[in-house]
């Protein structure tokens, strides 16, 4: 079609040879075989010279807007691998949006404010999103195993230990720490972002490990009002150093020993873009953030 394009635009076979550096002979068996595939005529005598028929008009046109739209897709292409543009899918749990994803967005969109973030939250199905190419990449929570999933890459970014959430008034405010077997009298606290998943089994593993079964006061939707009602004297909690990034006044907050839950964050992102500039660049500030202690 570029070749038909060259002899329309110059008006003979010689000219469009001459210009694109062939020889008429093969100028001509390229336009005989467009004819066939148009399977009509393209070019007619006029002349000395050669005009387009209608329909050879028309593909002449069509060569001229698809030549632009390539050159635009390979401009946008470079851009992409150079990480000047583009769209990332970005997923994440609740409490990586209180501290962590603001803070990182922040800082990636700092350094590369043409790339476009899709940020979206869930609870659910983060790293099968990941799999099945719904999501770029996805912040995630792994126990001590590490799943292996076909066009994933996973990467760690920190581990993110538990805290007690304790009422001001609480005998154990005195320490730094707190043994988990001194709060089996307590009544808790649970949030939602604890209640499923490897989250909830973290925390059940804790609570056996240190000899009890928490007696349950209420839960709650956030880790928020998990703390509002610690303040109330309802109860205690455990909640992750990355959901602490704001503290209700009225608590304190402690390290909890024996045991210590953990959880280990990471991010998912599909192979596919891992090595793009942008990705890169957006695990970076993810991971710089992601330092909790």
Known sequence: MQVLRAVVTSG?????????????????????????????????????????????????ERAGQIS?????????????????????????FTTAAVG?????????????????????????????DVVAGEADLAVIVLGDSVPQRHGVRLV???????????PCSHPQVEHDSVDMAKLADDSWINSAVTSGGICSRLLRNAYASAGFTPRVALETDSTYSAQSFVAAGLGVALVPQLGLNVVHPDV???????????????????????????????????AETAVVG
């Open 100 to 128: 962590l994803i603001p803070q990182a967005v922040a800082k990636f969109r700092a350094e590369h404010p043409e790339v476009q973030l899709d940020l979206q939250l869930q609870e659910e199905d983060l790293l099968d």
């Open 156 to 166: 760690h970014l920190a581990d993110d230990p538990y805290r007690v959430v304790l």
């Open 12 to 60: 003979s076979v010689s000219a469009a040879a001459s210009n694109l550096g062939f020889t008429p002979s093969a100028i001509s068996q390229q336009l005989s075989t467009l004819e066939k595939e148009a399977g009509t005529p393209l070019l007619e005598k006029a002349g000395r010279g050669l005009r387009p028929t209608p329909a050879g008009t028309l593909l002449a």
């Open 68 to 92: 632009e739209v390539l050159n635009e897709t390979e401009v946008e292409l470079a851009d992409i691998r150079a990480g000047r543009t583009g769209l990332l899918r970005v997923r994440f």
């Open 252 to 286: 304190e907050i402690r390290a909890v020993t024996n045991p210590e839950p953990v959880r280990r964050l990471h991010v998912a992102v599909r192979e596919a873009v891992a090595d793009l500039p942008a990705a890169r660049s957006l695990i970076d500030c993810l």
